[in-house]
């Protein structure tokens, strides 16, 4: 999530503030060599592709920091999250996947950058890649995965993303619902807010904000992502010297990039890039189809659409604008997204095969369902019950708009995951899209559809 920091610095660039500057900026770059005798890569696309890495870095918080923003226990020396930024050839666009840290994957053969063992391909966490073999492995694991080769390679920490948002003034960020996790103390009503580095943490890093988890996070993210770059280049920031020395140096404390993204290709990107505002660019996530794919030895990951995870990486490497892919729907309006919804279906009827029916209508329709239908206590059930906990109403009635004649029953205790007891008097699915273009597992949003209006 640190990621977004790291384009911050492309975007500064932009002002063309002088050689002098820019030299100084590239001297204070830790270097990293993430493409060492990598060989049977991806053939070149056009444009750009940038893979930035948050990594955790709270070791380098200090302690009254990390008590404040609940920043505790021990660093992972894994990656938060990870991005593939493409920036098209014309220097008009900037697309921004993110790639869930819990995905599924499988690593090239590989020497183990702690203990030197020498191991062959095997599953894992996407972020647990940079714990076993560093940047280059998580490089090499990214483009296996996608066949988009990746041209730069950007890690930032916890430190720079706060002195950052700090420099530039704080970043406003709306929200229609109240956002409350008490593990990262992100505690914000309903509205516009202007974060400081620290609460721009929290609002980045909660996770149980609601049933989304990680997906959620990675929306939140991207909607961060799109205020920041509005605020770099709204404010008049990018033209003031001085302060453009202040953000660079706040952003290159802990910047970690490969030896090729020096001085002289900030400069020409920033030069192309001096109109950049946030309707050039453009967010998505990895499309997922199977929630909970559970691997021996891993536990619980999330496994990619390979359809649609396909068609999205062939439009990076085509250089292709994600928002052509963006269907048009008539699908009915909901409050809550599918993919923010879990479901556990229960066959309530004596017909056969009708909840795995109904389970497969729901996950296509988005939802995130178990995938693993049980038949009710009660197999005489005549109307469909969507059953809820109080505290997921607003979820319980988009569930309930995708099942006509449906009815909702309020049961206490139930937690996040939403029952459906499917009965006779089901016909079909009807599809549905949430109201908020931000949210959704895999569309696609510009960023002006995101910051606050």
Known sequence: MRAVTTLSVVVLASAGIGHAVMTSLDADIARVDPFKDMKNRPQAGHGMNVLLVGTDGRDRISEAQRRKYRLGGAPC????????????????????????????????????????????????????????????????????????????????????????????????????????????????????????????????????????????????????????????????????PMKFRDVTRAVLGSVRADKGF????????????????????????????????????????????????????AALREDKPLTEHRQRSEALMVDVAPQQIQVQVENGTATEGLGKRVDSALAATGFRTSRAPVNAAQRTVKRTVVAYDPGWDRSAKSLAAALPGSELRAVKGLGPTLKVIAGADFERVRKVRAVDPAQGESGVVRGDEVVCK
């Open 77 to 240: 020396h894994c990656t938060d999250t990870i991005m593939i930024v493409h920036i098209s050839a014309d220097r008009e666009r900037a697309s921004v996947v993110s790639l869930p840290r819990d995905s599924y994957a499988m690593t090239p053969a590989h020497v183990d950058a702690t203990t030197g063992e020498r191991h062959h391909g095997h599953p894992l966490k996407l972020n647990a890649a940079y714990a076993e073999g560093g940047p280059q492995l998580t490089v090499r694991t990214v483009e296996a995965m996608t066949r988009v080769k990746i041209d730069h390679y950007l890690e930032v920490d916890f430190t720079s993303f706060m002195k950052t948002v700090d420099v530039l003034g704080g970043v406003k960020v709306c929200t229609a619902e109240p956002l409350k996790d008490s593990y990262t103390g992100l505690d914000l009503p309903a509205g516009t807010h202007a974060l400081t580095g620290g609460e721009a943490l929290q609002y980045v890093r909660a996770r149980h904000v609601d049933g989304a988890s990680d997906l959620g996070r990675m929306q939140r993210q991207q909607r961060f992502l799109a205020a920041l770059v509005e605020r770099a280049t709204s404010s008049g920031i990018l033209l003031n």
């Open 262 to 313: 020096g001085t002289n290709e900030l400069l020409a990107l920033g030069r192309a890039m001096r109109n950049f505002s946030p309707s050039s660019s453009e967010f998505t996530t990895v499309p997922i189809g199977q929630m909970g794919y559970e691997v021996k030895g891993v536990g619980s990951t999330l496994k990619w659409d390979p359809a649609k995870s396909s068609r999205l990486f």
